[in-house]
Nanobody, 119 residues
């Protein structure tokens, strides 16, 4: 059974910081990449940042220099540290884990967590 469990989020004023955490697990799976995506009101879901098991990282241009993603491979936990938050960062943030079993790769999503940045 695969679990993708998110924590963090909430309400913060512009310029503030928040921390999101995501833990992925599955007894017969290995975890490849874990990433954070977000979906604002009336918007499509977009990549915020992701990191693979080798430590390669991608960031959306809109968050570079403000957000930092890190990973603990031993626990397959990823933390997204968000600083200098802006109202336009308001969205539901979702964690996505790419899990591999044998030669097959599957994607699993968390339930989402709300981030609201007030101006």
């Amino acid at each position: 059974q695969v679990q993708v469990v998110e924590s963090g989020g909430g309400l913060v004023q512009a310029g503030g910081s928040l921390r999101l955490s995501c833990a992925a697990s599955g007894s017969t799976f290995s975890v490849n990449a874990i990433g954070w995506y977000r979906q604002g009101p009336g918007m499509q879901r977009e990549l915020v940042a992701d990191i693979n098991s080798g430590g390669s990282i991608k960031y959306a241009d809109s968050v570079k220099g403000r957000f930092t993603i890190s990973r603990a491979n031993a626990t397959n936990t990823v933390v997204l540290q968000m600083t200098s938050l802006k109202p336009e960062d308001t969205a539901v943030y979702y964690c996505k884990a790419l899990m591999q079993r044998n030669y097959h790769v599957f994607q699993y999503w968390g339930q989402g967590t709300q981030v609201t940045v007030s101006s």
